[in-house]
């Protein structure tokens, strides 16, 4: 204590440190403390939700299902001219049939066409029918293979040609049932050197057969591909003195006989698939598509594609989205509108009214608020219907004739009442308590000094109760925009919303990278508004209900 | 609340024409109802600007006269149509008796300023009636579905044998549906298995961080605030689509698992936002007290803390629990068939075949929300009051 109170030097704590120090570390330790106890919801919140829309995001821009489908395709057709007019060469026709050969039979080829379709409408069939049919231009190989020499029909022998010896020893003991797993394809050394394709080729129909399919390999005959590969491999001549292992007879005999083989045109074959194969604008939107991200689903999210020139419009026909944003704009601005129509007046009676009276008439407020929105939207449902209480009750008092009943559902009005509905008491909460703190004093004061009932009201109470409604419209028009339950139940096909769209791109047509493009949309629409909101109100000062 | 305005009665030029204007209005439904709006006004008007004559001026016994109206209009809506009308009529009677003698005894003014002009009362009379009108309107969808749903028939609107107060028209078959049905029966264990465990969560995580956000040095508040707060800003449809596809690749959807972890994340905005409103007012000397006479962390949080914040984390609790409850577009993506929730169920009901045992499904999720907003409503004062924040 004595060199605490020394006034030359620095302040000292108890304990000797100077003070500044642990006070430093005191905080420190409050502020470890305060982290340490939020931390946990940190953690839980980010993983459960920020990380699911980090993932929506990445979704809107992710596009590896070409390259990841057609790597030899995309590859070769990186050097193709686009705007040249002309198609691709048939060395990109050559490694179009291995690719699709090769998803058909991992059964990839559909979603690939699926996916392409989005782009350019007709991609589905034109995939699924080649997936079909390439199998065709393999077996002009397969067959003039075979009859040259039964050798080549087998599995048996064609697994003595390409597996090594240990493997195939392996292979022809394991038998199939028990729990051990068959041995895993293993390439004869050898062969590798003379027949590079045939052996690249024949590893992945191993591989699709033992992993994939989980059948026995020893009793798979060899796909087609594999025939082709081994007759691009025979026509180059290569050096076969040097193996003499299985089949080094047959080898040699088909070598000879390869030149003789009648041979595939692969542009010509694709062309007697479909003649699409021969139309620039499929192979433009392969190309197109090919990297790995996209902005295709945003310039789709908002009525624009890609074009070898760039982004562009599409055709008038095609344009939906950007109406259907303006839409749920426009409607979310008249429920706004109608819900500050319809809460002010609520909120005012309720702000001026004594505390008791206005108690109980809150409970009116309160009780929608609290009752799940499914009731509200089914009650709707149910007293908008053709045949439902509020056109019995029209019709009962002769305002309607019976036969021109109202059509209150299934279309924007439908949304629009019951959303209001739903929504208002977001609007009159926020309304009410910033009225409340207004004093009833400043307008007797104005009215007193001669102003109108109007002019007391516009000049002197509006002004103040300005927040209220500014705060209680983003909060509506925010909750409006994202809605989605009861636009799809009482909106039919004129009153939905964009997160009707999102939703049926999710569950119906599957375009995932189309729903989260839009949703990343609607998202940034709505934290702007979310800021703004933060920047009026402060999140800090949401109420709820009290 | 005292009277403002002396009272003194009217003349009859006054009250009369404005009871026949009413009474004409009354007529004109009346009338159109059954064929004729022109009859209706002109009989409504006569009936009642008579009847207002007569029992001011010349009964003028206030309670017995109001009374007589009442018996009156209903034996002859008995007359005219039944029972349904008989309610009808005896609802009118006391409304216009007790009209008619509000604007006779001058009472319209008693609670307005001394100052206002006649137009100013209007309007203010007016204006109180486009309110009530407004209330009605957030009010109906409720009252007109309980009635709705003790329908004897699968219709969707009022039979005549309900307008006749014939007890033939209402039945408990569509309760008994719910409570048979094994559909509904499956979604409600979903419900009830679901929403606890997410509420418990959001309530175990949110208390947690709430005290931490209510600490005087938060690094990066305003940030982790924001953070905390999102789940209820992005709408429904964009959060479910984002864990759709995240849950996907983590093998969380279409499980359990999955469903109380979403809804979890759902709730926890409302129980960080009402219970830091309940720690805005915590007297921070109460834990250094409680420090003082030598009480851990630990027993200071559970034997002071807690119980000063306990209403706050109870009505946090029962909002994260009605927002697992009712939520629907989450659980439709998040969870498959195996998860189907109460609102879910009705959310198919509502889509495809509608039935009526929606209307009572409906009737019982009010009846739930009834209880749970008095519970909340009990709580929010005894929290005020604990932190002296209100007398009494």
């Known amino acids: 204590m004595t060199r605490a109170s020394d006034p030359t030097g620095p302040m000292m704590a108890a304990d000797g440190t100077p003070l500044k120090t642990s006070l430093n570390r005191a905080l420190r330790r409050q502020k470890l403390r305060a982290l340490a106890l939020i931390a946990p919801l940190l953690i839980f919140i980010l993983v459960t939700f920020i990380a699911p829309i980090a993932d929506m995001l990445f979704r809107s821009v992710e596009n590896q299902i070409v390259s990841d489908t057609l790597p030899r395709t995309t590859e070769q057709l990186a050097e193709w001219d686009g705007d040249s007019g002309e198609i691709p060469a048939p060395e990109v026709f050559k490694a179009l049939y291995t690719d699709i050969f090769i998803a058909q039979e991992r059964k990839l080829h559909t979603r690939l066409g699926s996916r392409l379709n989005y782009e350019l409408t007709g991609v589905s069939s034109l995939f699924r029918k080649s997936g079909r049919r390439v199998e065709d231009m393999g077996e002009v190989y397969q067959d003039q293979f075979e009859d040259l020499n039964d050798f080549w029909k087998d599995a048996e022998t064609w697994n003595a040609l390409m597996g090594s010896d240990a493997w195939l020893a392996a292979q022809t003991k394991w038998d199939g049932k028990s729990d051990v797993p068959q041995p895993q394809f293993e390439l004869r050394e050898e062969i590798a050197g003379v027949l590079p394709q045939t052996a690249a080729t024949f590893e992945i129909f191993a591989d699709f057969v033992q992993n994939e399919d989980d059948d026995n390999l020893a009793k798979e005959d060899p796909w087609a591909l594999v025939y082709s590969a081994l007759y691009d491999d025979l026509i180059a001549e290569p050096d076969l003195s040097g193996y003499a292992g299985p089949g080094s007879a047959e080898l040699l005999e088909a070598m000879a006989a390869a030149s003789t ?187 007193s000094l001669g102003a109108t009932n109007w002019t007391a009201f516009w000049r002197v109470y509006f002004p103040q109760s300005v927040p209220g409604i500014g705060a209680g419209s983003i909060l509506v028009f925010i909750l409006a925009i994202g809605y989605y339950i009861t636009p799809e139940l009482v909106g039919g096909t004129t009153g939905t919303f964009i997160s009707n769209r999102i939703a049926y791109h999710i569950s119906s047509s599957l375009n995932w990278g189309l729903a989260a493009a839009l949703g990343a949309i609607l998202l940034a629409l709505v934290l702007g508004l979310y800021w703004a909101y933060d920047k009026i109100v402060g999140i800090d000062n949401v109420k709820l209900g009290g | 609340m005292s009277t403002l305005t002396p009272v003194s009665r009217t003349p009859v030029s006054f009250y009369v024409p404005v009871v026949a204007l009413a009474g004409a209005l009354a007529g004109l439904l009346i009338g159109a109802a059954q064929g004729s709006s022109l009859l209706g006004i002109v009989a409504g008007a006569l009936l009642m600007s008579g009847c207002a004559f007569a029992i001011t001026q010349l009964i003028e016994a206030e309670r017995s006269s109001r009374w007589g109206l009442t018996a009156l209009l209903a034996v002859g809506g008995l007359v005219l149509g039944g ?47 486009i309110c009530g009108a407004i209330l009605v309107f957030l009010i109906t969808p409720i009252l007109v579905v309980m009635p709705l749903s003790f329908n004897a028939q699968d219709f969707f609107t009022f039979t005549p044998e309900m307008l006749r107060f014939d007890p033939a028209g209402y039945s408990l078959k569509h ?188 009737t019982i999720l009010v009846i739930i929300s009834v209880a749970l907003l008095t519970v909340v409503e009990l709580l929010r004062r005894r929290s005020e009051r604990l932190r002296g924040m209100s007398p009494g």
């Open chain 2, 83 to 129: 029972l349904a009308a008989a309610l009808i009529g005896a609802v009118f009677g006391w409304v216009f008796g007790w009209f008619i003698f509000w604007l006779f005894e001058g009472r319209y003014r008693a609670y307005v300023p001394l100052y206002l002009t006649p137009g100013q009362v209007l309007w203010h009379h007016s204006f109180r009636v």
């Open chain 1, 261 to 447: 083989f009648e041979t595939v045109d692969y542009p010509a074959a694709f062309e007697k698939i479909d003649k699409d194969w021969h139309d620039i604008e499929v192979w433009q939107t392969i190309q197109t598509y090919s990297p790995d991200f996209t902005s295709g689903y945003f310039l789709n999210a908002v009525d624009m594609k890609k074009s070898p020139d760039g982004a562009e419009m599409r055709p008038e026909n095609e344009q939906i989205y950007i109406k259907l944003f303006v839409r749920t704009l426009i409607m979310s601005l008249v429920i706004t509108g109608s819900c500050i129509l319809l809460g002010y007046p609520v909120a005012w009676l309720l702000a001026n009214l004594p505390a008791r009276t206005a108690n109980l008439l809150m409970i009116l407020v309160l009780l929608p608020f609290w009752t799940s929105l499914l009731v509200r939207t089914s009650a709707w449902k149910v007293m908008l219907q053709q045949q439902g209480v509020v056109n019995d009750t029209l019709v009962w008092l002769g305002l309607v004739a019976d036969d021109s009943r109202l059509a209150l559902i299934n279309n924007q009005t439908g949304t629009i009442i019951a959303m209001t509905h739903i929504l208002l008491p977001f609007m009159i909460l926020p309304l009410y308590s910033v009225m409340k703190t207004i004093p009833p004093s400043y307008l007797r004061a104005a009215k």
């Open chain 2, 175 to 362: 309760y008994e549906d719910f409570f048979t049905n094994s559909d509904w029966q499956g979604a409600l264990a979903n419900s009830v298995k679901i929403a606890p465990a997410a509420t418990f969560l959001s309530v175990a995580f949110g208390t947690l961080a709430a005290i931490g956000l209510s600490q005087a040095h938060v690094p990066f508040r305003r940030a982790i605030m924001a953070i905390l707060i999102s789940p209820m800003i992005v709408p429904l449809i964009i959060s479910a689509a984002g864990m759709y596809f995240f849950y996907s690749r983590i093998g969380l959807q279409g499980t359990y698992t999955g469903v109380v972890l979403a809804h979890a994340a759902l709730g926890i905005p409302f129980v960080i936002i009402t219970v830091t409103a309940t720690l805005v007012g915590f007297d921070n000397s109460l834990t250094r007290a409680a420090a003082n006479m030598g009480a851990g962390p630990v027993t200071t949080f559970f034997r002071v803390q807690m119980p000063l914040i306990l209403p706050g984390v109870i009505s946090g609790g029962l909002f994260a629990f009605i927002t697992s409850f009712d939520e629907v577009v989450v659980v439709l993506f998040v969870g498959s068939a195996g998860q189907k929730t109460l609102p879910w169920q009705m959310f198919t009901g509502l889509r495809e075949q509608i039935s009526p045992t929606i209307l009572a499904v409906a």
